[in-house]
């Protein structure tokens, strides 16, 4: 007896392992479309097995594409005789009659499949995605919504209604369906948001916000909370953060919230240079007390978003200067210098330097910063490297290369490395050193950091230009000195400079180079009007000078970003011109993006 069963067992597993061998060779087949193959395989392995489906379905796929309608129809007859109540083999057979010209035929067989649909959700997603995989999406649909009318569940099948919506490119009911899904299964959220994002176009999106709109308006408290999440997730697509805000605010005080989707969209608005929202969102977190988890946090960004929403938006007055320095101050001495608050003590330093002209305070709040214990390795470097930067404004010329030199040494195969042997080889250059900084200039270009690379392949190709034009270089040495003196915002005396070299030098290869150092005075005296006017006369009258890509696109940025110029319209056709006539320019790639940023592409 033992015997025969092994015996029997062997024959089992050789069975087997004949059908799965015949069932890959035929799937093989039918992928290389060689159905004369497939089908004799895929009906015998249907007479060994005639309960697997999949056997079964592959078979008929290879009868139809033969036009074997005689084997087909019997095939799909003894099947219906086995299994009635299957509705998609009428499926089947309305797509053989279709294939024969049949049209009449082929409908009062899809009619039968839907009238003899069973009260089964199996059955109904059974005959759903046969009629799906036919591409009949109107006969699909109505199949999903029988049966959610016979099971009185109107929510079940909306997720695959709402992908047959979007296949026939019925936006609304999609969404619509989506939503409902949302209603069954909140576990579903990010990947509808995905679908969303994937699928909705900004048109698109307006309908979806209306459609949460409504719900909301409809919905109880905790039903809104979904639709509310989405509405804010919606408005972030579209980059709308103040309507966004609104929602997430909402959500917060409905939910007695933390502030974590306030402070978190507050972020999103900050990186996003969109400040005005994100200081409004560090507010609220502000003010919900010392007590909540992200409040010191929020003081910190919130002070950070005013500074850059000045400094960036090329308008300030004394007054808001002086009031953000107090602001800085405030915090400060409220938790205190340490490791936490380093970044805000440089920021404060260089408001001082830079804005308040205040060097003497900014040299003490860094000279100090250096010397507190814990603070990590990068903050030094940075701290140092400004530090160095302060004291060169100041003249003080051995101290600045000197933190520079230390930093080199300290972080040499760091950017931080990289961008002091930057700084210091452009002291270099503001000292008349040209042959030794064009040699660093040249190492840096190839500097993994891209802007360092940049300036410094400026730099490079600068100096190359002008060194040995006459025999003393004094030309390019004026201009070095003006360099410096305007680094050190020693503005009337660098012009004099300027006035020098242009007077002493007349037609001298650095006019244009002249006339770009005074434009970018001028924009750091926020006399927009009169820098615009130097960018355009070396891009009319210097076009091939190295100059004019860089003067194309600061003027562009003036007009699309000040306020007493704006011209948005001027802005995109100086990117335009950028991009195509100055494909090799390191502006090139920027200035595609923000010429289609202004023609309202969407940009992921």
């Known amino acids: 007896m033992r015997k025969m069963w092994l015996l029997v067992a062997t024959m089992l597993l050789c069975v087997g392992w004949s059908m799965a061998q015949d069932a890959k060779l035929a799937q093989q087949y039918l992928a290389d479309g060689e159905f004369e193959k497939a089908v004799v395989l895929f009906e015998k392995l249907y007479t060994q097995d005639n309960d697997n489906d999949y056997y079964f379905d592959r078979y008929i796929e290879c009868l139809m594409e033969l036009q074997r309608y ?87 099948f909306s997720y695959s209604l709402a992908d047959l919506y979007r296949r026939k490119g019925d936006v609304a009911k999609m969404i619509e369906q989506y939503l409902n899904s949302l209603d069954a299964f909140p576990e579903r959220v990010d990947n509808i948001k995905s679908i969303f994002q994937r699928y909705l176009s900004a048109e698109d999106m307006n309908v979806l916000q209306q459609q949460l709109y409504d719900r909301i308006q409809t919905a109880s408290n905790s039903g809104s909370v979904q639709y509310i999440d989405m509405l804010a997730w919606a408005f972030l697509q579209k980059k709308d953060y103040k309507n966004a805000l609104r929602q997430v605010r909402a959500l917060d005080k409905q939910q007695k919230g933390d502030g974590l989707r306030v402070y ?28 909540t988890p992200f409040f010191v946090e929020s003081k910190q960004e919130y002070l950070r978003c005013r500074r850059n929403k000045l400094v960036e938006g090329y308008t300030y007055s004394k007054e808001e200067l002086l009031e953000l320095e107090r602001q800085y101050e405030t915090f400060i001495n409220d938790y205190g210098k340490s490791r936490s608050t380093a970044a805000l003590i440089m920021e404060l330093a260089d408001l001082e330097a830079i804005y308040l002209n205040n060097l003497d305070k900014s040299i003490t709040l860094l000279a100090e910063l250096i010397t507190l214990p814990g603070i990590t390795a990068g903050t030094l470097g940075q701290a140092k490297l400004n530090l160095g930067d302060y004291y060169l404004m100041k003249t003080e010329v051995w101290e600045s290369t000197l933190l520079y030199s230390q930093v080199d040494k300290s972080y040499k195969d760091d950017i931080l490395g990289h961008e002091a042997r930057f700084r210091n080889a452009r002291l270099a250059y503001y000292s008349g050193d040209f042959e030794w900084a064009q040699a660093q200039f040249e190492i840096l270009k190839a500097s993994t950091a891209k802007l360092i690379a940049n300036d410094a392949l400026d730099m490079s190709v600068f100096i190359s230009d002008n060194l040995n034009l006459d025999t003393t270089a004094t030309a390019l040495e004026y201009y070095a000195e003006a360099d410096m003196l305007i680094f050190q915002n020693r503005f009337t005396e660098a012009f004099s400079k300027l006035d020098s070299l242009i007077r002493e030098y007349p037609n001298h290869s650095l006019e244009d180079d002249v006339w770009y150092l005074k434009a970018k005075v001028f924009t750091k005296k926020r006399d927009y009007a009169q820098a ?50 100055f494909s090799g320019s390191t502006f090139a790639v920027e200035a595609r993006k923000r010429y289609r940023l202004l023609r309202g592409d969407k940009i992921q």
């Not at 978190?264 to 007590?291: H, M, R, T, W």
């Open 264 to 291: 978190q969209l507050a972020q999103i608005a900050s990186n996003d240079k969109d400040y005005d929202v994100a200081i409004e969102a560090y507010q609220y977190v502000i003010d919900k007390g010392a007590g």
């Open 70 to 156: 005689e084997d087909l129809e019997r095939s799909l007859v003894k099947q219906i005789r086995r299994r009635p109540n299957e509705s998609r083999l009428y499926v089947n057979y309305g797509r053989m009659y279709e294939q024969q010209g049949k049209e009449e035929e082929a409908k009062k067989q899809y009619r039968k499949a839907i009238e003899q649909l069973p009260k089964d959700r199996y059955a109904v997603s059974k005959l759903a995605n046969a009629f799906s995989a036919a591409n009949k999406y109107d006969l699909a649909v109505e199949t999903y919504e029988k049966g959610a009318s016979m099971l009185n569940d109107r929510q079940f």
């Open 532 to 581: 615009g006017k130097m960018y355009q006369m070396i891009i009319d009258n210097y076009p091939d000078e190295i100059r004019a890509d860089n003067s194309i696109f600061a003027l562009a940025e003036l007009y699309e970003n000040v306020n007493q110029l704006n011209d948005k319209e001027k802005a995109s056709k100086l990117y335009e011109k950028l991009f195509i006539d």
